[in-house]
T-cell receptor
Framework: AQKITQTQPGMFVQEKEAVTLDCTYD???????LFWYKQPSSGEMIFLIY??????QNATEGRYSLNFQKARKSANLVISASQLGDSAMYFC??????????????FGTGTRLTIIP | DTGVSQDPRHKITKRGQNVTFRCDPI?????LYWYRQTLGQGPEFLTY????????KSRLLSDRFSAERPKGSFSTLEIQRTEQGDSAMYLC?????????????FGSGTRLTVV
């Protein structure tokens, strides 16, 4: 079964500094997709960035980049120049298949990021 | 693209009562998912619709739970005889297809508290 591990329950970072949120995954499928979502206190899951297992380059989206190390099965999220609005829960997720072959997302337990002014 | 809407945002109910939540997906998305998120955890898959057909239900979805998606548009999730363990955030997501990173748009969720 696929599994996502986020080992940092909480992080405190000074505003304008870069921050790395860790994510490791476990799968035996050669084809998979990895997502990062941000969940503010309002509850909505906001898509940040995606990395496909066959993508040759690490994904980037504005201030977000994904440090994808396939051999180590890690997909860490890097946020550059953090802002107060970045304070939220961050979830790593993997697209996998259910036993019936339907797609779903498997999430980690999340990291609560707090940006300090 | 008006996003995925969920109603209500919050629901407090007494144990044993029935509750129903609604999800309006993005109009051109034919796939709809329900997830449940308990405190301190990531969301967990509950059920999946392709158009109006419910193609899969997780083992997390007990017999007290039922979901529908009439006409392949909005969806409802009903919980009968609620229990305190049902307290959670219920998230709806929709998707236009599979295998792409644009696949999943989530709503803001319905937070259920059973007292």
């Amino acid at each position: 079964a696929q599994k996502i591990t986020q080992t940092q329950p909480g992080m405190f970072v000074q505003e304008k500094e870069a921050v790395t949120l860790d994510c490791t995954y476990d799968t035996s499928d050669p084809s998979y997709g990895l997502f990062w979502y941000k969940q503010p206190s309002s509850g909505e899951m906001i898509f940040l960035i995606y990395q496909g297992s066959y993508d040759q380059q690490n994904a980037t989206e504005g201030r977000y980049s994904l440090n994808f190390q396939k051999a180590r099965k890690s997909a860490n999220l890097v946020i550059s120049a953090s802002q107060l609005g970045d304070s939220a829960m961050y979830f790593c997720a993997m697209r996998d298949l259910t036993n019936f072959g339907n797609e779903k997302l498997t999430f980690g337990t999340g990291t609560r990021l707090t940006i300090i002014p | 693209d008006t996003g995925v809407s969920q109603d209500p945002r919050h629901k407090i109910t007494k144990r044993g009562q029935n509750v129903t939540f609604r999800c309006d997906p993005i109009s051109e998305h034919n796939r709809l998912y329900w997830y449940r998120q308990t405190l301190g955890q990531g969301p967990e898959f509950l059920t999946y619709f392709q158009n109006e057909a419910q193609l899969e239900k997780s083992r997390l979805l007990s017999d007290r739970f039922s979901a529908e998606r009439p006409k392949g548009s909005f969806s409802t999730l009903e919980i009968q005889r609620t229990e305190q363990g049902d307290s959670a955030m219920y998230l709806c997501a929709s998707s236009r297809g599979t295998g792409t990173h644009y696949g999943y748009t989530f709503g803001s969720g319905t937070r259920l508290t059973v007292v």
